[in-house]
């Protein structure tokens, strides 16, 4: 078959779909409604004559036919980028998409320079296009890995082969609890006491837990994969749970958190920038590199 643009949109949405884990996931994405990603895909599987997946009640799953057109499809997309800019380094001009994949809350951290990254690179060209993703920060790597992202902002502590990582600086991690909980308002000698059947959050950070170490009671009751959702299993006033000090820093304020013993219930994990060689052949790629580790050095 001919490719043409509606077909790369097409494949863009399905290679969404597939990476969000199925239709719904692929929503606040892709920024449309279910129905619409489902003619989408629907409209896919006519043009290319196959069926790409399986979707109802049992979950999503991909056929066959749609792993190989996945694969290919990640292939052609990146082939497309790559023809965008080299035709842009031909005319000595900064073109074409900057794909960024972020973890959550990031924002709030006035130490992150990303806004400043991207309205440096913005000073250079208006010939560029912004794409931000934010993603779990394993899903953070793996777009980098599969090529959907130029570079990747995130914490990792097990890195994988063939990602290049760039501490960018360190984020201050608290234990909290919510007004409420019995030990917001106990005497800080009875803070102990409380902590031995007070359940603490267990999150998409949990490989920290053996570095922390901190002995303290982790249950299945109350799981979060994403700050906010820590942040409102704390509210509740029934649980305690780490944060980080920037994004916490709000309720705080309020005073609606507080921090629990935090001389000796915090950690620290490195902020990263996760880059793949295969990503960086272009000199738009280069640019975006080069800003985030100067917005992050020098705070400007």
């Given at each position: 078959m001919q490719v043409h643009d509606v077909d790369l949109r097409l494949l863009r949405i399905f290679?969404?779909?597939?990476?969000?884990?199925?239709?719904?996931?692929?929503?606040?994405?892709?920024?449309?409604?279910?129905?619409?990603?489902?003619?989408?895909?629907?409209?896919?599987?006519?043009?290319?004559?196959?069926?790409?997946?399986?979707?109802?009640?049992?979950g999503f799953e991909l056929t066959e036919p749609g792993r190989v057109t996945y694969q290919a499809s990640l292939e052609l997309l990146q082939q497309c980028e790559a023809f965008t800019t080299t035709i842009a380094s031909s005319k000595n001009e900064l073109s074409g998409r900057v794909t960024i994949a972020t973890i959550d809350t990031m924002v709030s951290d006035p130490r992150c320079g990303v806004a400043r990254a991207?309205?440096?690179?913005?000073?250079?060209?208006?010939?560029?296009?912004?794409?931000?993703?934010?993603?779990?920060?394993?899903?953070?790597e793996t777009s980098v890995m599969n090529g959907r992202s130029l570079v990747g902002l995130g914490v990792s502590r097990h890195h994988i082969r063939g990602l290049d990582y760039h501490p960018l600086y360190?984020?201050?991690?608290?234990?909290?609890?919510?007004?409420?909980?019995?030990?917001?308002?106990?005497?800080?000698?009875?803070?102990?006491?409380?902590l031995q059947s007070a359940e603490v959050i267990t999150s998409n950070y949990t490989r920290d837990k053996e570095t922390r170490n901190d002995g303290l009671?982790?249950?299945?009751?109350?799981?979060?994969?994403?700050?906010?959702?820590?942040?409102?299993?704390?509210?509740?006033?029934?649980?305690?749970?780490?944060?980080?000090?920037?994004?916490?820093?709000y309720w705080v304020d309020k005073g609606l958190f507080k921090p629990i013993l935090p001389s000796r219930y915090s950690y620290q994990i490195p902020v990263v920038m996760i880059t793949s060689k295969n990503n960086l052949a272009s000199p738009l790629a280069n640019a975006l590199v080069k800003e985030i580790i100067r917005c992050h050095k020098t705070g400007q």
């Open positions: 290679v969404a779909i597939v990476e969000c884990g199925g239709l719904s996931a692929a929503e606040s994405r892709l920024n449309i409604g279910r129905s619409t990603i489902s003619s989408h895909l629907s409209d896919l599987e006519v043009r290319l004559g196959i069926k790409l997946c399986k979707r109802g009640r049992s991207i309205s440096a690179l913005r000073a250079q060209s208006e010939h560029i296009q912004f794409d931000i993703n934010v993603c779990e920060a394993k899903e953070v360190n984020e201050n991690n608290y234990l909290y609890c919510g007004v409420g909980h019995p030990l917001f308002a106990c005497n800080p000698s009875d803070v102990e006491r409380h009671n982790y249950q299945s009751t109350a799981i979060a994969y994403h700050d906010e959702g820590i942040a409102h299993l704390i509210l509740s006033g029934d649980f305690i749970g780490y944060l980080p000090e920037h994004y916490a820093s």
